[in-house]
C-alpha cells in the first residue's frame, strides 16, 4: 500500500516528507516536516475523536478516551506509516539515513503527522477525515483499542498497594544521536523490571509490562 492520496501542490508533499537533518545538511531553512508536524497533530486528534464519538455510542467519555490516546500515540502513527511505505519516501540526510532513519518510529510518527497536515492543506477537512479513517480503519476496530496501556495498569496497582508512582530511570542510552535506543527501568513496591525501546515512552511501556508479569506471577 502506498499514500492514498494526489497531491494538487507537490511542494507540500515533499515538505511533509523532508526529515530536518536533510534542511540543515543543505541550508534550506526551515522546509522540513516538523510545523506541519504540529499540525498534524491536531488535525489527527479531532478527526480520531469524531470517529470514535460516532462509532461507539454508549461509549464512556472515560472510555472513549482511552481509544483515543491508543490511537493516537507513537506506536499507532508508526504503524500506519508502516503500512502505507512512509519510511520508504523520506528525505534526509546520509548519516540519518545510515542510522536506520527510515526505520525510527519518532521519524515515522511525525512524519506522519506532517502527511495529515498536508493533506489537510492541500483540499479540505473532509478530505483529510476520509483519508484519516481509511489509515486507521483496521486499528478503530481493533478491541484492544479500549484497554488502558501497561504504564496506567502499573499506575493503578501501584496506588492500592502502597499509594506511590512508579519511579522510571534511564539505565542506558545506546546507538546513534538519530536512532538511540533506550533500556529504563521501572521500580513500583520493592519491584523491578527493565524495559528497552527505540523511544522512552516504548522502553517505559516494555518495563511496565515485565514489572506486571512479575506481580502476576506472584499472585
Not at 33 to 62: C, P, Q, W
Not at 97 to 120: C, F, P, Q, W
Request: proline share 2%; glycine share 6%; net charge neutral.
Amino acid at each position: 500500500m502506498t499514500i492514498p492520496y494526489i497531491f494538487r501542490n507537490k511542494e507540500l508533499l515533499d515538505k511533509a516528507l523532508t526529515h530536518p537533518s536533510y534542511t540543515k545538511a543543505n541550508q534550506v531553512g526551515e522546509n522540513d516536516y516538523e510545523r506541519l508536524e504540529f499540525f498534524g497533530d491536531s488535525i489527527l486528534s479531532m478527526v480520531i475523536t469524531e470517529l470514535l464519538y460516532k462509532k461507539h455510542i454508549n461509549a464512556t467519555d472515560s472510555k472513549l478516551s482511552i481509544m483515543h490516546s491508543n490511537l493516537v500515540n507513537s506506536q499507532s502513527l508508526a504503524k500506519v506509516a508502516i503500512s502505507i511505505n512512509l519510511g520508504k519516501y523520506l528525505i534526509m540526510d546520509e548519516g540519518e539515513e545510515i542510522s536506520g532513519g527510515r526505520d525510527n518510529v519518532k521519524n515515522l510518527e511525525n512524519a506522519m503527522e506532517a502527511l495529515i497536515a498536508a493533506v489537510y492543506l492541500d483540499s479540505n477537512y473532509e478530505t483529510v477525515a476520509a483519508f484519516i479513517k481509511k489509515l486507521w480503519w483496521p486499528l478503530l476496530n481493533d478491541k484492544s483499542i479500549g484497554e488502558k496501556d501497561k504504564k496506567s495498569l502499573l499506575q493503578e496497582w501501584a496506588q492500592r498497594n502502597n499509594g506511590a508512582l512508579p519511579i522510571y530511570k534511564i539505565v542506558k542510552r545506546e546507538g546513534v544521536a538519530h536512532s538511540p535506543t533506550f533500556t529504563i527501568s521501572v521500580t513500583a513496591h520493592d519491584m523491578q523490571a527493565i524495559g528497552i525501546g527505540k523511544s522512552k515512552k516504548e522502553a517505559e511501556q516494555n518495563a511496565a509490562t515485565a514489572l506486571l508479569s512479575q506481580i502476576n506471577e506472584l499472585k
